[in-house]
């Protein structure tokens, strides 16, 4: 199975500052048809887990573009360039690339 | 507007069966894989099984297979999760979702409880 491990597991930052969450994979998750299969979502106390960024770097609908995705192979980044309020919650990044599909251990954020 | 609803959460003692359910609205349910995450007690995410449009193909974690059934009724824009043998571990919130990799959405979840 691929292992999801992300870094920090937790953080605390000072709205309108900058975020950063960073997943690595034991497994390249770059298929051969040129995707990577990374995703992000978060989940909000009490509710659902949302979808935030898929294949490595897409937004997904209606997601601020505050937030973007980025990295190659094994390594990879969520960034929130301005933090607000309302991004308070846990991320989890997940790999799409082989089954069974494997998420990371959750990185909550909290607002200072 | 898209949307999963789930029911069929309760509480079973250990060895016993219940059954998920996890009704689309919407959308062409036909279109999509359909997927089952659970999530245990102050625990992270776990994705559990998923299904193919038409159903000819269906895969699950290690940890329930042989216990638990991914099934649809395409008729009905149903998702469901049977699940017998239920062990203590088995203890979490289950979310029904839409699609194979990109879940959107999600459903509000159901508590599944395994104890004596």
């Known amino acids: 199975d691929v292992v999801m491990t992300q870094s920090p597991l937790s953080l605390s930052v000072t709205p309108g500052q900058p975020a950063s969450i960073s997943c690595k994979s034991s497994q390249s998750l770059l298929h051969s048809d040129g995707k990577t299969y990374l995703y992000w979502y978060l989940q909000k106390a009490g509710q659902s887990p949302q979808l935030l960024i898929s294949e490595l770097s897409s937004r997904f609908s209606a997601v601020p573009d505050r937030f973007s995705g980025s990295g190659s192979g094994t390594d990879f980044t969520l960034k929130i360039s301005r933090v607000e309020a309302d991004d308070v919650g846990t991320y989890y990044c997940?790999?799409?690339?082989?089954?069974?599909?494997?998420f990371g251990q959750g990185t909550r954020l909290e607002i200072k | 507007e898209v949307q999963l609803v789930q029911s069929g959460g309760d509480l079973v003692q250990p060895g016993g069966s219940l059954s998920l359910s996890c009704a689309a609205s919407?959308?062409?349910?036909?279109?999509?894989?359909m997927t089952w995450v659970r999530q245990a007690p102050g625990k992270g995410l776990e994705w559990v099984a998923n299904?193919?449009?038409?159903?000819?193909?269906?895969y699950y974690v290690d940890s329930v297979k042989g216990r638990f059934t991914i099934s649809r009724d395409n008729a009905q824009s149903s998702l469901y999760l049977q699940m017998n043998s239920l062990r203590a571990e088995d203890t979490a919130v289950y979310y029904c979702?839409?699609?194979?990799?990109?879940?959107?959405?999600w459903g509000q979840g159901t508590l599944v409880t395994v104890s004596s």
């Open positions: 299904i193919k449009q038409d159903g000819s193909e269906k």
């Open positions: 997940m790999q799409g690339m082989s089954l069974p599909l494997t």
């Open positions: 979702a839409r699609g194979f990799r990109a879940f959107h959405p």
């Open positions: 919407g959308f062409t349910f036909t279109n999509y894989w």
